[in-house]
């Protein structure tokens, strides 16, 4: 799951993320959702909105979407429901406000995902150095 987001994290890493998600929901009223499989319950992934003031060059300027899945259900259209839902309830929330992701430019299933959803590349930029497509549109 963290090929193109970074290494697996500690258990500090995980716990201080736990918090950041639970903390986005109380300070700010959304956050990250858990992804789950109907029939099973079985955990597929995450997706959600945030506001991470990411020293990102260029900045942002819009409320982030992200989603990140378990390898064993890519390919299998849960991304694109899972994000089509949180845009869903984003517009209930947000009305038409901007929504950016940032995406690994060799992660071609997630931008795939983003064009299916509405998404349009925006700009290359930078995060910790590193590259990242910048994609953007309105809720």
């Known amino acids: 799951m963290t090929r193109y987001i970074g290494r697996p994290l500690t258990a500090e890493e995980c716990w201080a993320r736990l918090l950041r998600y639970v903390g986005h929901w109380s300070l700010l009223g959304f956050g990250y959702w858990v992804v789950e499989e109907r029939a099973t319950s079985e955990f597929v992934g995450e997706v959600g909105f945030s506001d991470s003031k990411r020293e990102l060059e260029p900045p942002l300027g819009a ?53 299916k959803c509405g998404f349009t590349r925006r700009q290359l930029g930078t995060y910790k150095g590193d590259p990242v497509l910048i994609f953007d549109r309105i809720l």
Do not use: D, M, N
């Open 63 to 115: 409320i982030e979407i992200g989603w990140v899945l378990k390898p064993a259900k890519h390919g299998l259209g849960y991304a694109t429901e899972a994000v089509q839902a949180a845009l869903h309830w984003g517009r209930e929330h947000f009305g038409s406000s901007p929504v950016a992701c940032i995406i690994h430019p060799e992660h071609q299933a997630s931008i795939r995902v983003a064009q």
